[in-house]
């Protein structure tokens, strides 16, 4: 016996965009003529620009939106953070390596 359970009313696609730190995150729901767009950014970044890019490629009657800064220890250099490195050898087992944190990275906004 099979059992489909649908949801029509959620129909759309979703699609994710790697970039090296961060990312960009799309779901539409086509039925509702509703697409959200989720920009994770471990820098800073201007959001202003990124709702501008939204607009003229989506051209949406009404945006709802959020900015949330999130993250913001990662480049202080007195926090723990170390680098994994994680490298193949001809050996069976994989070498790892741990290494602290080197030094802190200015940023300017």
């Known amino acids: 016996m099979r059992l489909w359970v649908g949801f029509p009313d ?3 696609l979703s699609g994710w965009v790697p970039l090296i730190e961060s990312s960009v ?3 539409t ?3 509702k003529n509703f697409i959200s767009i989720d920009v994770y950014c471990c820098r800073s ?3 202003e ?3 501008d890019m939204c607009r003229e490629f989506f051209a949406p009657k009404s ?3 959020q900015f949330i800064e ?3 220890d ?3 250099s007195d926090t723990n953070y170390h680098t994994l490195i994680i490298e193949r050898s001809h050996s069976q087992t994989p070498e790892v390596t741990i290494s602290p944190k080197k030094t802190s990275v200015a940023l300017s906004k």
């Open 63 to 65: 945006i709802d939106e």
């Open 49 to 51: 620009k990124a709702k």
């Open 10 to 12: 959620k129909a759309g």
């Open 25 to 27: 995150v799309i779901h």
């Open 74 to 76: 990662y480049y202080k």
């Open 70 to 72: 999130r993250g913001m």
């Open 45 to 47: 970044f201007d959001p």
């Open 29 to 31: 729901l086509s039925p």
